[in-house]
């Protein structure tokens, strides 16, 4: 009996030690997971108290570097004049001071626009550099008109086979957009459009207009034929230093020299001009004005104002409507001129 009495106690004795382990196995894994979660726990917590501590010293830095000479820096590129372009027709524009390129306002500056005819500003530019006289005789091929008529493009109204001084040509790219003097002047200039396309995009590089890409001469729409306001804004500016084009651009109305198709030469309209009632507003005066339409790219204006003594250049694009409703983009430089004209009149 007291040997199955001790048997007894010695199975309980290893039952009971079987438990402990069991326990103590369950302790040890638990203090392992608790000592595992305050490491990382504390690793956390250091590693935030760098980066907050390395944030505060940014900010502290940004305080200390602002404190006088970027203050100062700040102030200087804010806008001198505050002009609102919210509540114009035209979703894209940008207003700028012509001789220091100051932004004065924007509306989407730098969204892709389809340009349309404001093609015709980089067409014209290139035209003058690369046309050594103007007044010499350049011809305008039946070949350049065929696909000009199939795709209704607006023309000045030079004749297939016709024979026109460069000059007449130049205004009739900028006054009436006329499709077939841009033509005439690439194959002129280039031996094709193709090629003088490649002068265009290679201009746009050479004066920084990022995202703009021509595909043509004339704007006529391609899905990869595109701008931005504020590269028409780079272009216009860059324009208007040469002399010729400044000519060519502010001027109302021009009548080409008598030619053998035109014996009496025929007269060209500012397509700009043309929808205004008067070019005065109050405190300044509209100088000039390239327009430019499809039904793709709505209706753009790139313009040239003077209100006392600064010159004032806006690009606006994309405004709904035609040429058979009211002129939304030249309202809209009315809009934005008078607004700077009413700030400055002392009356």
Same mark, same amino acid.
């Given at each position: 009996m007291k040997t199955g009495s001790n048997t007894n106690k010695e199975r309980? +004795?290893?039952?009971?030690?079987?438990?402990?382990?069991?326990?103590?196995?369950?302790?040890?894994?638990?203090?392992?997971?608790?000592?595992?979660?305050?490491?990382?726990?504390?690793?956390?917590?250091?590693?935030g108290r760098i980066l907050? $501590?390395? /944030?505060?010293?940014?900010?502290?830095? $940004?305080?200390?570097?602002? #404190?006088?000479?970027? !203050?100062a820096e700040s102030e200087s590129e804010e806008p001198s004049l505050s002009v609102d372009v919210e509540k114009l027709y035209s979703p894209y524009c940008i207003l700028e001071q012509l001789d220091t390129g100051e932004i004065l *306002?924007?509306?989407? &500056?730098?969204t892709r626009i389809y340009p349309a005819s404001l093609?015709?500003?980089?067409?014209?530019?290139?035209?003058? /550099?690369?046309t050594p006289d103007l007044d010499q005789t350049i011809p305008l091929p039946d070949s350049l008109f065929s696909s000009l008529y199939v795709q209704n493009a607006s023309m000045a109204g030079f004749q297939p086979g016709e024979e026109a001084r460069g000059r007449d040509l130049l205004y009739g790219i900028l006054l009436p957009s006329g499709a077939e003097c841009c033509l005439a002047f690439a194959d002129n200039i280039a031996g #094709? /459009?193709?090629?003088?396309? $490649?002068?265009?995009?290679? &201009? *746009?590089?050479q004066l920084g207009m990022e995202n703009t890409h021509f595909c043509n001469s004339t704007g006529l729409h391609d899905e990869n034929h595109y701008s931005t306001a504020e590269d028409i804004a780079v272009l216009l500016r860059y324009a208007l230093n040469n002399e010729e084009f400044r000519k060519v651009f502010t001027a109302s109305r021009y009548s080409t020299s008598p030619s053998a198709l035109h014996p009496d030469g025929f007269t060209f309209y500012s397509s700009m001009f043309q929808y205004m009632e008067t070019?005065?507003?109050p405190g300044g005066e509209i100088l000039g004005g390239k327009t430019g339409y499809t039904s793709e790219a709505g209706l753009c204006l790139a313009s040239l104002? +003077?209100?006392?003594?600064? /010159?004032?250049?806006l690009v606006t694009a994309g405004a709904a409507g035609d040429h058979q409703t009211k002129p939304?983009?030249?309202?809209?430089? !009315?809009?934005?001129?008078?607004?700077?004209?009413?700030?400055?009149?002392?009356?």
């Open positions: 309980m +004795r290893a039952q009971r030690l079987r438990k402990q382990r069991r326990r103590r196995r369950r302790i040890r894994r638990l203090c392992t997971v608790l000592i595992i979660l305050m490491i990382a726990g504390l690793t956390v917590f250091i590693s907050l $501590g390395q /944030e505060n010293k940014d900010i502290i830095s $940004g305080y200390t570097a602002a #404190s006088e000479p970027a !203050e *306002a924007s509306r989407q &500056k730098g093609t015709k500003i980089m067409t014209a530019i290139l035209a003058i /550099e690369n #094709s /459009e193709r090629d003088f396309v $490649g002068m265009m995009n290679r &201009k *746009a590089d070019a005065q507003f104002a +003077r209100i006392g003594d600064t /010159e004032y250049i939304y983009h030249i309202l809209d430089a !009315e809009s934005v001129y008078s607004q700077i004209g009413n700030r400055s009149d002392p009356h």
